[in-house]
């Protein structure tokens, strides 16, 4: 009789020799040093990085889109239209009309409150005929300046009493326009359509610092006008007893 189980592998062999599908291992896991699969722990990063650009780009657009609607950019905007020479921007962001009438106005409550012996009565009676004269003038001299390159610029003529020149190189040396440096922008107030701008500003020959006021208000494409320094008054006195207190 046949021995069958001697031509039969057994049940041992054949396990050792086939291994099954659940024993095989895919060629494309194999593993790095800490035991991640290593594709995986390359897509993994890849996504991170990614989602850490998205945020990065997300937030560089929101700033952007916030900062272009602030008054401090458009205050910017107005620097930057003086020196390119670009009128129709200035006259967009400010309100000559009413940043001249006001500038009038707080100049002769100036002199009033800093000269106790002015007829008050008086000075503001020839400054009610004079103020449209004077603020028409200056308006169109400061968009000539504006325009038009120095060499471009003509000297006034000789015969002229006091043009408008010397009235405003007057008006820069008694509000100390004229040497005083822009430091930076201090707090915004914003209440509706309107806001409030404080410009940090420092006096190299006082050795002291000013803080001016400027009101400004939203035009409809979301950036802002200057309509006038709310405290002009108060800087130019401020900076006359500054100037006495030097002497």
Do not use: C
């Given at each position: 009789?046949?021995?069958?189980?001697?031509?039969?592998?057994?049940?041992?062999?054949?396990?050792?020799?086939?291994?099954?599908?659940?024993?095989?291992?895919?060629?494309?896991?194999?593993?790095?040093?800490?035991?991640?699969?290593?594709?995986?722990?390359?897509?993994?990063?890849?996504?991170?990085?990614?989602?850490?650009?998205?945020?990065?780009?997300?937030?560089?657009?929101?700033?952007?889109?916030?900062?272009?609607?602030?008054?401090?950019?458009?205050?910017?905007?107005?620097?930057?239209?003086?020196?390119?020479?670009?009128?129709?921007?200035?006259?967009?962001?400010?309100?000559?009309?009413?940043?001249?009438?006001?500038?009038?106005?707080?100049?002769?409550?100036?002199?009033?409150?800093?000269?106790?012996?002015?007829?008050?009565?008086?000075?503001?009676?020839?400054?009610?005929?004079?103020?449209?004269?004077?603020?028409?003038?200056?308006?169109?001299?400061?968009?000539?300046?504006?325009?038009?390159?120095?060499?471009?610029?003509?000297?006034?003529?000789?015969?002229?009493?006091?043009?408008?020149?010397?009235?405003?190189?007057?008006?820069?040396?008694?509000?100390?326009?004229?040497?005083?440096?822009?430091?930076?922008?201090?707090?915004?107030?914003?209440?509706?359509?309107?806001?409030?701008?404080?410009?940090?500003?420092?006096?190299?020959?006082?050795?002291?610092?000013?803080t001016l006021l400027l009101k400004m208000a939203k035009l409809d494409e979301g950036t802002w006008r200057l309509i006038k320094i709310e405290n002009l008054k108060q800087h130019l006195?401020?900076?006359?007893?500054?100037?006495?207190?030097?002497?």
């Amino acid at each position: 009789m046949e021995n069958n189980h001697s031509t039969t592998p057994d049940n041992h062999t054949k396990n050792l020799t086939t291994p099954s599908p659940i024993e095989e291992v895919p060629s494309d896991t194999t593993t790095n040093p800490s035991g991640y699969p290593k594709k995986t722990g390359i897509a993994l990063w890849i996504k991170i990085s990614l989602t850490l650009l998205t945020l990065i780009l997300l937030g560089t657009s929101f700033y952007f889109l916030y900062w272009i609607r602030t008054p401090e950019y458009s205050l910017n905007l107005i620097r930057a239209s003086v020196k390119q020479q670009d009128v129709n921007t200035f006259q967009k962001h400010v309100d000559l009309d009413n940043l001249l009438s006001h500038s009038f106005d707080s100049l002769i409550e100036a002199q009033i409150e800093l000269d106790p012996k002015i007829n008050a009565q008086l000075v503001k009676g020839m400054a009610f005929f004079a103020k449209p004269i004077a603020t028409t003038a200056l308006k169109g001299y400061i968009l000539n300046e504006i325009s038009t390159s120095k060499l471009e610029r003509k000297a006034p003529e000789p015969t002229d009493k006091k043009s408008n020149e010397q009235v405003v190189n007057d008006f820069s040396k008694k509000s100390g326009f004229a040497s005083l440096e822009f430091k930076g922008f201090g707090s915004t107030k914003t209440d509706g359509d309107i806001a409030l701008v404080e410009i940090e500003l420092f006096d190299k020959e006082l050795k002291k610092d000013f803080t001016l006021l400027l009101k400004m208000a939203k035009l409809d494409e979301g950036t802002w006008r200057l309509i006038k320094i709310e405290n002009l008054k108060q800087h130019l006195v401020e900076y006359s007893k500054a100037q006495k207190t030097k002497e």
